[in-house]
């Protein structure tokens, strides 16, 4: 599995997910700019906004063969955005930035996918999303602490996302390199996959197990988004814990989970861990409005990173055996779309709720309503498919 083209992948899905992790503190930048709440809510839902329009109408068209060129503009895009964040000093400017962004991030994330289906032997497709995961997490384990450290010499955020923009330009030589290689291995494996037919698509989005999924997917990642971008605010009234440890120790918890529990989360049934990991998380989310010192935040830190590393997985699974074999790849890439959409209506929604009054305390009450619904969504599918699907339990 750990072939050269394997691991250049690896590499520029860090870079990519970099991307994401650096914008941990952009709501606290955005305050110091005399930005209302209501318009910083809109500014950082534009960029998954982006994502979530535009994933629908490019996906159709990637291919392997043209996917390589697809990434090369997703690096040359987002290093303008990265550069950007500097020089826009208007709401409007702003805005054209985390467009752009959200533009390159979603072409670089959605041509890494195919290229990464491509690389892979089939019978080894659950270790290399394991691995695609981790690599994924990691820039939420170090990015945060190294900004910390490098915002006193910068001076602000913008200008930390400009120092790391010349470092997606190494992802630059490889790509033809990857392209031989990802293409050698698609030609000597021979294998197609047909489209599903529309009827199939409008069936399947009608089943209520996928419906149950989609939904719960959406309410766990609109949930993320008050943590992610509303956590450092947080923390920083309580002056009790830096907010690149804590998101140090929620991600480490995090990748511990996909290192060391696979084995547990194929031998439960899906659907009752979901219910309980999901009770597990709307409890977490719910104590960090009341939690004040550093070693209770800490250890709060922790169980979200845990709760986080059980459910996402459990639920791309759960999606994958729910799912006939021609739509799991369909499924999936809606499973991204409410991510996506999670990621939309999060910070829209903290933005109104800070403009009608609520503390940034708390929203995190406020959120934990999502992860319980999700998780009874997702719990309510246990006798239905415990048998049908032969699950465990």
């Known amino acids: ?30 305050e110091t700019q005399g930005i ?7 500014l950082l839902g534009l960029e998954p906004f982006t994502a979530l329009a535009v994933r629908p109408l490019i996906s159709p068209f990637l291919t392997v063969r043209n996917s390589i060129s697809v990434v090369a503009v997703s690096l040359i ?32 994330i959605s041509a890494m996918v195919i290229l990464l289906v491509a690389s892979i032997p089939p019978a080894r497709a659950g270790q290399a999303f394991g691995v695609f995961a981790i690599a994924g997490l990691l820039p939420y384990a170090v990015l945060p602490p ?35 290689r990802i293409l050698s291995s698609e030609n000597n494996r021979g294998t197609s996959h047909s489209r599903p037919s529309f009827s199939e698509i409008k069936t399947n989005l009608r089943a209520p197990g996928v419906g149950r999924l989609l939904a719960a997917n959406g309410l766990l990642f609109t949930a ?56 597990a998380l709307a409890t977490v989310i719910a ?24 459910a996402i997985p459990q639920l791309n699974a759960a999606m994958f055996e729910i799912s006939p074999p021609q739509l799991r790849g369909f499924n999936t890439n809606m499973m991204l779309f409410t991510m996506d959409a999670g990621y939309v209506f999060g910070p829209l929604l903290a933005g109104g709720l800070l403009a009608a009054g609520t503390s940034t305390a708390h929203l995190f009450a406020w959120f934990a309503v999502c992860p319980l619904l999700g998780g009874i ?12 699907y032969n699950l465990p339990g």
């Open 1 to 30: 599995m750990l072939t050269p083209e394997f691991c250049l992948l690896m590499t520029v899905t860090f870079l990519a997910f970099c991307n994401i992790s650096l914008f941990y503190g952009l709501n606290a930048y955005l």
């Open 77 to 108: 895009i987002l290093m303008g955005a990265l550069c950007s964040y500097s020089v826009a000093d208007t709401i409007w400017a702003l805005s054209l930035v985390r467009i752009a962004h959200g533009l390159g991030l979603v072409l670089l």
């Open 224 to 279: 993320t988004t008050v943590v992610f971008f509303f956590m450092k605010d947080r923390l920083t009234l309580l002056d009790t814990l830096n907010a690149g440890l804590f998101f140090s120790v929620s991600t480490a918890a995090t990748i511990g989970v996909r290192v060391f529990c696979g084995k547990l989360m194929d031998g439960m049934n899906r659907f009752t861990m979901l219910f309980a990991v999901m009770l």
């Open 287 to 310: 104590l960090f409005s009341f939690a004040g010192e550093a070693s209770a935040l800490l250890s709060l830190a922790g169980a979200y990173g845990i709760c986080m590393g059980f």
């Open 377 to 388: 969504l997702a719990g309510s599918m246990h006798r239905r498919n415990s048998h049908r």
């Open 36 to 42: 209302p709440s209501f318009w910083r809510g809109v």
């Open 146 to 180: 190294l900004v910390e450290k490098l915002l006193p010499l910068a001076g602000s955020e913008p200008h930390v996302y400009a120092l790391f923009s010349p470092a997606l330009l190494i992802a630059m030589p490889v790509l033809p390199y990857l392209r031989k």
